[in-house]
Each structure stands twice: as C-alpha cells, then as structure tokens.
C-alpha cells in the first residue's frame, strides 16, 4: 500500500470541499488532498437533471478566487431583467475550471477522483488499489451536508408494474420515445418540481396536460431581493429592512412570513393557499407567473403508491390517466441531519453558517480555521446555522443566522475578509454606497439598530 502526507485531507470535492480547499489554499502555506468519488469536481452538479441551474445569482456562488459567470443580467425569459443564473452545466465546467487553474497550479494540491476514503484509506473505485494518507493537520468532511438528488433517489412509495415514473433528467430525451405521453404527472412540491413544471411549460407543453401533485405549498424568496448590483439596493436592503422589522415585531411564524409577502420579499405561487414550508427556494415573478398557469394541482398528502388505475396519496386518491408519464420530484435535496459542531479536534465537518450559502460557509470556515486558535473560539464564529423544515423552524435558523452576523461583525479580521469575499456580495454593495446618501444610509443604520430587538422576539416565540 503507497502512504502520502497531507495537511489537510478534504472527502468530498462538491460545492463545499472547493470552496474549503480555495480559501485554506489562500490563506496558509498547506498541502491539501482532495478524496472525491466522482471522476471530476463538482459533486452532484455532475448527476444533476440537464436543465437545472442555479436558482440565487451566480455572483454568490463557486469558489471565492474566481468569479461564475460573466456579471450580466438576463435579457429574455422568466429571470429576464436579474442577474444571471449559470445552468447546472456551466456551473460544472467551472468547477472543472477551478481545479485545474486555480487549485492544482499551486503545487500543493493532490486530486484523487473516482476514489472512495475507507477506514484510513484513498481506495481506487477503478483499481482497487488503496493509498494511506497521514494527515497532518486535519481531515475535512465536506459531504455531510450533501443534497440528495433526483437521479439517485429511491422513490418512497409503491410503483405498481405498467406506471412509468422517471427521474427528471429523464425529459430532454422524450423525443426519443415513439408517443407524446397522455399526460405529465409532477410529483413533489419542492424546487425541483418548480423546475420540471417550468422546463415542460417553456417546451410547449399545453398547461392543461401536467397535473401536479403537490403535497404542501411553499413560500419562495423573491430573487428581486437577493440582487448583486447598486441599482437593486432598494430592493435588496429594503427586503432585509423589512424581514429585520418582521422578526422584531411578528406574532408567530405565520405572521412573519405574512409581513415578508406584504413587504414583497416572499411570494407564493398560488395565492389562495397559505403555505406551509421553506426551504429557501428563490424564484422570479416571472416564473411564478408561469407555474401558476397550471391548475390541474392535487393536495391530498404524499404520495403513498402508483397503479395504473389511480394515484395512491395519503389523504385519498386521484383517478391514474391511461399513458401517463410521473416524474419523480419527490427527493428532498436537504435531509434531516442534527447539526453538531464544526470544529472538532482533528475533524471539521462544514455547514451552514449563514443560510442559505453553503458557498460561503465553507470559504469562511477555512478562513477562520487559517486565523484562529482553538476550537472553542472557532466554534463560537462558526455556530452552525439549521436549516429549515417547518415555519418555526425559521425561527432558530435566523437566531443562530443574526447571532453569527453579530459575531463577524464585531471581529476586524473577519468583517474585513467578508467585505472583501466576492462570495458575501450585499457587503461589497453596502460598502460601496455614498456615505452621502442619507437615505440609503439610514436603511444599514436601522437594520443594525433593529438586530437585537429581531434576536429577542425570534427567541421568544421560539421558546414559546
């Protein structure tokens, strides 16, 4: 068995071991491994569905030493007017990119793709050879809060033989198949679905021929609110103005998102229904505009079974159309898992930080272990933020979320990285105003003011 050294060994080379692997690159003098068992970097942008694509603007996301995209806004279709979000194919040429420009040119970067870690060992998915690696510094665990994708999912219900259900990715080769199906049956209610009902929209598909199976509604961030330009301060710092005044004086849950739809920052796709989950999906009034177009929606539970005669659902049943296509969209991209420290002796395990940036969590949690002694004081920048699976949920998500801001804040070396980090982009946009502009100054000034009162109310309704 070969044996190489490493300072840090980082399992996983996805969206978040990328982001760890540039910023602890830049900010110390260490050697990195890279252990991924894809054959490229990327993690599950390379199994993900043709027509995905980002869903917040490429300018928060990627590796903070290189820029995604080109800094351009959208000139046609449904994000027309907003910046760009790179499709799930650009966004794994750059990470391509990334590695071999970036990463590997230092000199201090060992790439092992198609490679299992095993119980001490870099084990080869294609040889079998296993190759120790002693790890000097620390092992990174960057896939423990790796999304589950619609191409690797295990449907959670019955499918009678005769019910044809296929993975989304499975669309774009439907001129393959001899005969238009008689109907598309979307099942789920989260953002993948959005996506598959939208791509078959914008494929011509007559709205009256999809049916959606959608077991809860969610509220979906406006993206008008999550711009990177000065020209969208209003929006972007008025929305968080408004959800600052929303936890600090909101009576429930319920209620905050409520004050967030009146203020603009939430949108829903049916009006008529009061959602009852987030899971921080961000969508454009354009493409809500285009879901709703679709009316043919069932709300009776998760499904529980597929047959050729019906639609097996926890709440009753819907009659099954002979010919039909299901397209399975019930994966949930963000499972359950307990957060737990970051840092842990010679263990770091990233999450989320600020929600919902997975991105630049990872980037700031290399900064702060390259500048920082002791797991106890890194931990305290670091708390893990929770990632939302109810309403109230929301409410611990932005306490730990305000409590970490507070923290970055109130450090120089951090706040100063921030400002600088292309992967934060709302500080770069609130630096860069003219300290001139009273009024855009007194927006920062009662967000910074309406913080602890926000903290406090969030605090006690969660406990209550």
């Known amino acids: 068995m070969s044996t190489i050294e490493t300072d840090y060994l980082i399992i996983g080379g996805g969206a978040v ?43 928060f996301y990627g590796v903070n030493s290189l820029p995604l995209g080109e800094n351009r806004k959208d000139t046609h279709g449904v994000n027309e007017g907003l910046y760009e979000l790179a499709s799930g194919p650009e966004v794994s040429g750059y990470y391509d990119k990334v590695m071999r420009q970036k990463l590997l040119p230092t000199g201090r970067v060992t790439y092992l793709p198609m490679t299992e870690w095993r119980d001490g060992a870099a084990v080869s998915l294609m040889s079998g050879e296993a190759t120790r690696i002693t790890v000097r510094r620390k092992t990174v665990e960057s896939a423990y809060n790796s999304p589950v994708i619609p191409a690797n999912h ?64 969610s509220w979906l961030i406006n993206r008008t609110c999550t711009q990177p330009g000065t020209e969208f301060f209003d929006a972007v710092f008025g929305g968080q103005l408004a959800q600052m005044k929303a936890f600090a004086q909101g009576t429930s849950p319920e209620d905050i998102f409520a004050r967030l739809e009146e203020a603009g920052m939430m949108l829903r796709i049916d009006p008529a229904v009061t959602p009852t989950m987030f899971h921080y999906a961000t969508i454009s009034q354009g493409e809500i505009d285009a879901l709703a177009r679709v009316t043919n929606v069932v709300r009776k539970g998760r499904v529980t079974a597929l047959t050729p005669e019906a639609i097996v659902l ?58 920082y002694e002791g797991d106890d004081a890194k931990n305290a920048l670091c708390r893990t933020v929770p990632f939302p699976h109810s309403l109230k949920d929301y409410l611990t998500t932005n306490i730990v979320n305000l409590m970490n801001q507070g923290a970055w804040l109130g450090d120089e070396k951090l706040g100063a990285w921030i400002r600088q980090s292309r992967l934060d982009g709302f500080g770069k946009v609130a630096a860069s105003i003219d300290r001139s502009d009273a009024a855009k100054v007194a927006v920062l000034q009662e967000m910074r003011s309406t913080a602890p009162l926000a903290v406090a109310n969030l605090m006690r309704l969660a406990a209550a």
């Open 154 to 217: 295990t449907p959670r219900f019955d499918v009678a033989e005769g019910v044809r259900l296929v993975p989304p990715g499975a669309l774009p080769r439907l001129w393959l198949e001899p005969e238009r199906p008689a109907r598309f049956v979307v099942l789920g209610g989260g953002k993948t679905a959005m996506d598959a009902v939208g791509w078959l929209l914008a494929m011509g598909t007559p709205a009256e021929a999809i049916q959606w199976v959608r077991p809860r509604d």
């Open 314 to 371: 926890e709440e009753g049943s819907e009659p099954a159309v002979p010919g039909a296509l299901y397209i399975d969209c019930t994966a949930s991209a963000v499972e359950v898992r307990a957060p737990q420290p970051i840092f842990q002796g010679d263990r770091i395990v990233p999450q989320l930080v600020r929600v919902p940036q997975p991105c630049f969590s990872a980037a700031l949690i290399a900064f702060v272990e390259a500048h």
């Open 17 to 59: 071991g990328m982001a760890f692997a540039d910023t602890i690159l830049a900010e110390t003098d260490a050697h990195v491994t890279i252990v991924d068992r894809q054959a490229r970097p990327g993690g599950h942008w390379n199994d993900a569905y043709g027509f995905v694509a980002l869903h917040q603007p490429s300018a």
